[in-house]
T-cell receptor
């Protein structure tokens, strides 16, 4: 079975641009998560979907970050407009059902905002 | 306020030694504690996990010791190998229907040959 796929692996954006990151979860998984990873803050939850319904939209990340799940096998994370402080690794993960199940992470997208 | 705290940002051991990574938590409702391992350029991957009804979980060279009363746990890596050099995240969640997993900030383990 294929794992979680993320594209692109690297993205460089100018300040103010709109970028869209893509994720394909493990087939059959009900939960999908978007995280931001930095050395200082560690792993921060941006969004959470259960069976395609948005359950958490990331609180402080709401204003410029928008995650969507168009179908059970594809999700996007849009950052608009980008700022230099958004430079980080963005990870997508999926799990069968809930926090007590293993989360399968993709390899991440490294975003650099100039 | 950090709900899951890892006591060391970095740990260095020699090949063959036992590496001990410590973790503590605040929320008494947490009942599932996975440890994730992350290599550079990859996403984290589940290494081993324990539920709060147990005080020990072993899988090969990796063992979790769990102390519910003290709200802490540790990951022991026996006979450490250079290939174990990675970042290890302690995490916690509450309840079988809880979706949110709270991650610690990670401990970067260096195993010297």
């Amino acid at each position: 079975d294929a794992g979680v796929t993320q594209t692109p692996r690297h993205e460089v954006a100018e300040k103010g641009q709109t970028i869209i990151l893509k994720c394909e979860p493990v087939s059959g998984h009900n939960d999908l998560f978007w995280y931001r990873q930095t050395k200082i803050q560690g792993l921060e939850l941006l969004s959470y979907f259960r069976s395609k319904s948005l359950m958490e939209d990331g609180g402080a990340f709401k204003d410029r970050f928008k995650a969507e799940m168009l179908n059970s096998s594809f999700s996007t994370l849009k950052i608009q407009p980008t700022e230099p402080k958004d430079s980080a690794v963005y990870l997508c993960a999926s799990s069968l059902y809930g926090g007590s199940y293993e989360q399968y992470f993709g390899p991440g997208t490294r975003l650099t905002v100039l | 306020q950090q709900q899951v705290r890892q006591s060391s940002q970095s740990l260095t051991v020699w090949e063959g030694e036992t590496a001990i990574l410590n973790c503590s938590y605040e929320n008494s409702a947490f009942d599932y504690f996975p440890w994730y391992q992350q290599f550079p350029g990859e996403g984290p991957a589940l290494l081993i996990a324990i539920r709060s009804v147990s005080d020990k979980k072993e899988d090969g060279r990796f063992t979790i010791f769990f102390n519910k009363r003290e709200k802490n746990l540790s990951l022991h890596i026996k006979d450490s190998q250079p290939g174990d050099s990675a970042t290890y995240f302690c995490a916690a969640s509450a309840g079988t229907n809880a979706y949110k997993v709270i991650f610690g900030k990670g401990t970067h383990l260096h195993v010297l040959p």
